[in-house]
Protein backbone atom coordinates (compact mmCIF):
# COMPACT_ATOMS: atom_id res chain seq x y z
CA UNK A 1 0.00 0.00 0.00
CA UNK A 2 1.02 3.33 -0.65
CA UNK A 3 1.74 5.98 1.64
CA UNK A 4 -1.23 7.94 2.37
CA UNK A 5 -2.36 11.57 2.25
CA UNK A 6 -3.38 12.45 5.94
CA UNK A 7 -6.63 14.73 6.61
CA UNK A 8 -5.95 18.27 7.86
CA UNK A 9 -7.23 19.13 11.41
CA UNK A 10 -7.61 22.47 13.18
CA UNK A 11 -6.73 22.17 16.84
CA UNK A 12 -5.76 24.09 19.45
CA UNK A 13 -5.78 27.22 16.57
CA UNK A 14 -3.53 25.42 14.66
CA UNK A 15 -3.45 23.69 11.58
CA UNK A 16 -2.32 20.58 11.92
CA UNK A 17 -2.31 16.86 10.13
CA UNK A 18 -3.79 13.38 11.40
CA UNK A 19 -2.66 9.75 10.37
CA UNK A 20 -6.18 8.50 10.99
CA UNK A 21 -9.49 8.13 9.10
CA UNK A 22 -12.16 8.94 11.49
CA UNK A 23 -15.08 9.06 8.55
CA UNK A 24 -14.12 5.20 8.15
CA UNK A 25 -17.16 4.39 11.11
CA UNK A 26 -19.38 6.46 9.70
CA UNK A 27 -18.77 4.79 6.18
CA UNK A 28 -18.75 1.65 7.08
CA UNK A 29 -22.12 1.92 8.78
CA UNK A 30 -23.67 3.14 5.37
CA UNK A 31 -23.45 0.85 2.41
CA UNK A 32 -25.85 2.60 0.35
CA UNK A 33 -22.68 5.19 -0.30
CA UNK A 34 -19.27 4.27 -2.89
CA UNK A 35 -16.63 6.18 -2.67
CA UNK A 36 -14.24 5.88 -5.61
CA UNK A 37 -10.16 6.44 -4.71
CA UNK A 38 -8.53 9.06 -6.66
CA UNK A 39 -4.68 7.51 -6.50
CA UNK A 40 -3.05 5.09 -4.38
CA UNK A 41 -2.54 7.70 -2.03
CA UNK A 42 -5.72 8.29 -1.60
CA UNK A 43 -7.51 4.57 -1.11
CA UNK A 44 -10.66 5.40 0.95
CA UNK A 45 -12.20 7.97 -1.34
CA UNK A 46 -11.75 10.69 0.46
CA UNK A 47 -10.16 14.41 1.82
CA UNK A 48 -11.52 15.62 4.84
CA UNK A 49 -10.83 18.60 7.23
CA UNK A 50 -11.37 18.42 10.62
CA UNK A 51 -11.76 20.99 13.45
CA UNK A 52 -11.64 20.59 17.42
CA UNK A 53 -13.94 22.60 18.91
CA UNK A 54 -14.82 22.85 22.74
CA UNK A 55 -13.65 18.92 22.46
CA UNK A 56 -16.33 17.94 20.21
CA UNK A 57 -15.15 16.59 16.85
CA UNK A 58 -16.35 17.92 13.70
CA UNK A 59 -16.07 17.12 9.93
CA UNK A 60 -16.11 20.98 8.30
CA UNK A 61 -14.86 20.01 5.09
CA UNK A 62 -14.55 17.08 2.40
CA UNK A 63 -14.09 16.44 -1.16
CA UNK A 64 -15.12 12.80 -2.02
CA UNK A 65 -15.32 11.08 -5.43
CA UNK A 66 -18.30 9.47 -6.07
CA UNK A 67 -19.59 7.67 -10.00
CA UNK A 68 -16.90 8.48 -12.58
CA UNK A 69 -14.69 10.13 -10.19
CA UNK A 70 -17.30 13.24 -10.06
CA UNK A 71 -16.07 15.45 -6.95
CA UNK A 72 -18.69 16.58 -4.34
CA UNK A 73 -18.28 17.85 -1.41
CA UNK A 74 -19.71 17.52 2.58
CA UNK A 75 -23.30 18.33 1.09
CA UNK A 76 -23.07 14.91 -0.33
CA UNK A 77 -23.06 12.77 3.00
CA UNK A 78 -25.04 15.24 5.52
CA UNK A 79 -27.44 17.16 2.91
CA UNK A 80 -27.40 20.96 4.01
CA UNK A 81 -24.73 21.28 6.96
CA UNK A 82 -21.36 23.25 6.72
CA UNK A 83 -20.04 21.16 9.93
CA UNK A 84 -20.84 17.92 11.22
CA UNK A 85 -20.41 16.99 14.59
CA UNK A 86 -18.65 13.15 14.86
CA UNK A 87 -20.52 11.29 17.10
CA UNK A 88 -20.06 8.52 14.97
CA UNK A 89 -16.13 8.41 15.83
CA UNK A 90 -14.99 6.72 19.39
CA UNK A 91 -11.16 5.90 19.26
CA UNK A 92 -7.88 7.32 18.99
CA UNK A 93 -6.47 9.94 16.10
CA UNK A 94 -2.97 10.07 15.70
CA UNK A 95 -1.05 13.48 15.16
CA UNK A 96 2.19 13.46 13.91
CA UNK A 97 4.90 16.42 15.32
CA UNK A 98 8.22 17.13 14.91
CA UNK A 99 10.18 16.21 11.99
CA UNK A 100 9.71 12.88 9.85
CA UNK A 101 12.21 10.35 11.13
CA UNK A 102 11.16 7.73 8.83
CA UNK A 103 9.37 7.68 5.59
CA UNK A 104 7.49 4.77 5.38
CA UNK A 105 5.74 4.32 2.08
CA UNK A 106 2.67 2.39 2.94
CA UNK A 107 -0.19 3.57 4.77
CA UNK A 108 0.48 6.18 8.13
CA UNK A 109 3.52 4.02 8.85
CA UNK A 110 6.14 6.89 8.44
CA UNK A 111 7.55 7.87 11.83
CA UNK A 112 7.82 11.41 13.15
CA UNK A 113 9.79 12.51 16.71
CA UNK A 114 6.74 12.41 18.56
CA UNK A 115 2.78 11.45 18.40
CA UNK A 116 -0.03 13.22 20.61
CA UNK A 117 -3.01 10.82 20.61
CA UNK A 118 -5.87 12.22 20.99
CA UNK A 119 -9.13 10.28 22.40
CA UNK A 120 -12.43 10.80 21.51
CA UNK A 121 -15.65 8.78 22.89
CA UNK A 122 -18.90 9.31 20.26
CA UNK A 123 -16.82 12.23 18.90
CA UNK A 124 -16.30 14.16 21.94
CA UNK A 125 -12.36 14.66 23.19
CA UNK A 126 -12.24 12.61 26.65
CA UNK A 127 -8.58 12.43 27.18
CA UNK A 128 -4.72 12.65 25.12
CA UNK A 129 -1.33 11.51 25.44
CA UNK A 130 2.36 11.98 23.48
CA UNK A 131 4.92 9.54 22.57
CA UNK A 132 8.42 10.00 21.79
CA UNK A 133 9.15 8.20 18.76
CA UNK A 134 13.07 8.57 19.19
CA UNK A 135 13.53 4.69 20.91
CA UNK A 136 11.13 3.31 18.26
CA UNK A 137 13.33 4.53 15.30
CA UNK A 138 16.41 3.18 17.20
CA UNK A 139 14.60 -0.08 17.10
CA UNK A 140 13.70 0.27 13.10
CA UNK A 141 17.17 1.23 12.36
CA UNK A 142 18.29 -1.85 14.11
CA UNK A 143 15.81 -4.08 12.73
CA UNK A 144 17.01 -3.15 9.25
CA UNK A 145 20.11 -3.69 9.79
CA UNK A 146 19.86 -7.29 11.54
CA UNK A 147 17.60 -7.75 7.71
CA UNK A 148 20.28 -6.48 5.69
CA UNK A 149 23.01 -8.76 7.27
CA UNK A 150 20.76 -11.99 7.18
CA UNK A 151 19.71 -10.93 3.43
CA UNK A 152 24.06 -10.55 2.94
CA UNK A 153 24.40 -13.57 5.17
CA UNK A 154 21.57 -15.37 2.94
CA UNK A 155 23.19 -14.23 -0.32
CA UNK A 156 26.55 -15.68 0.64
CA UNK A 157 25.05 -18.91 1.50
CA UNK A 158 23.45 -18.71 -1.66
CA UNK A 159 26.15 -18.37 -3.45
CA UNK A 160 28.27 -20.90 -1.45
CA UNK A 161 25.54 -23.31 -2.38
CA UNK A 162 26.01 -22.80 -6.16
CA UNK A 163 30.14 -22.76 -5.67
CA UNK A 164 29.88 -25.99 -4.53
CA UNK A 165 27.02 -27.18 -6.78
CA UNK A 166 29.82 -26.12 -9.61
CA UNK A 167 32.47 -27.83 -7.92
CA UNK A 168 30.54 -31.26 -7.51
CA UNK A 169 29.18 -30.86 -11.13
CA UNK A 170 32.85 -30.17 -12.26
CA UNK A 171 34.13 -33.32 -10.41
CA UNK A 172 31.66 -35.59 -11.57
CA UNK A 173 32.15 -34.18 -15.11
CA UNK A 174 36.33 -34.89 -14.96
CA UNK A 175 35.61 -38.43 -13.28
CA UNK A 176 33.60 -39.00 -16.57
CA UNK A 177 35.84 -37.74 -18.97
CA UNK A 178 38.60 -39.62 -17.11
CA UNK A 179 37.06 -43.08 -17.32
CA UNK A 180 35.44 -42.27 -21.18
CA UNK A 181 39.82 -41.94 -21.41
CA UNK A 182 40.85 -45.11 -19.46
CA UNK A 183 38.10 -46.81 -21.03
CA UNK A 184 38.99 -45.53 -24.42
CA UNK A 185 42.48 -46.27 -23.62
CA UNK A 186 42.13 -49.48 -22.09
CA UNK A 187 40.43 -51.05 -25.74
CA UNK A 188 42.39 -49.51 -28.31
CA UNK A 189 45.59 -51.19 -26.54
CA UNK A 190 44.07 -54.35 -25.91
Same mark, same amino acid.
Given at each position: ??????????????????????????????? *?? /?? %?? $????????????? =?? &???????????????????? *?? /?? %?? $????????????? =?? &???????????????????????? %?????????????????????????????????????????????????????????????????????????
Amino acid at each position: MTAQARERLLYQGEETWIATEPLQPFLQSRR *DI /SL %LS $PSSACLRGYYGEW =EL &RDNQLYLVRLTAFVDDYREV *DL /SY %LF $PGKSRVFAQWFSG =EI &RVPRGLMLDFVHRGYESLYEKDEF %LIFEAGVLTGRYEVDNHQQYRERLQQRSREKSEAFAERDARKERSRQVTLITLSVLAAGVLAFCLWVFYFSAG
